[in-house]
């Protein structure tokens, strides 16, 4: 069973940056990490779950929600089965807890995910809290 683990979340001020990683383990040889798209979401009290960005680890497509366009990064150290996520000019509405999952959809269908939230998933690990003070 696939596992992940996010982490590196604080407090930073507006327009602040911080990286947040997602380890993830439990692969088989049968399916690798490369096999798999990671995704990050985030949730803020009160509100749906949001998709912010993913990635293809395998030819390293990317997608980012419109909020964080231009803003973050996301990358993948395939060697490590680390996927990161670089939040530059943080903002107090970026403040949320951040979580990651793996997904084998096909890449069109992944971006539909994301931009639902994945709300059909349910394996979620332990986020980690991004506060953006203003």
């Known amino acids: 069973e696939v596992q992940l683990q996010a982490s590196g979340g604080g407090l930073v001020q507006a327009g602040g940056s911080l990286r947040v990683s997602c380890a993830a383990s439990?692969?088989?040889?049968?399916?690798?990490?490369?096999?798999?798209?990671i995704g990050w979401f985030r949730q803020a009290p009160g509100k749906e779950r949001e998709g912010v960005s993913c990635?293809?680890?395998?030819?390293?497509?990317?997608w980012y929600a419109d909020s964080v366009k231009g803003r973050f990064t996301i990358s993948s150290d395939n060697a490590k089965n680390m996927v990161y996520l670089e939040m530059n000019s943080l903002q107090p509405e970026d403040t949320a807890v951040y979580y990651c999952?793996?997904?084998?959809?096909?890449?069109?269908?992944?971006?539909?995910?994301?931009?639902?939230?994945?709300?059909?998933?349910?394996?979620w690990g332990q986020g980690t809290q991004v506060t953006v003070s203003s």
């Open positions: 990635i293809s680890p395998s030819d390293g497509d990317t």
């Open positions: 439990g692969f088989t040889s049968a399916f690798t990490f490369e096999d798999y798209s």
């Open positions: 999952a793996a997904f084998t959809s096909p890449w069109a269908r992944l971006i539909a995910i994301m931009k639902m939230g994945a709300r059909q998933y349910n394996s």
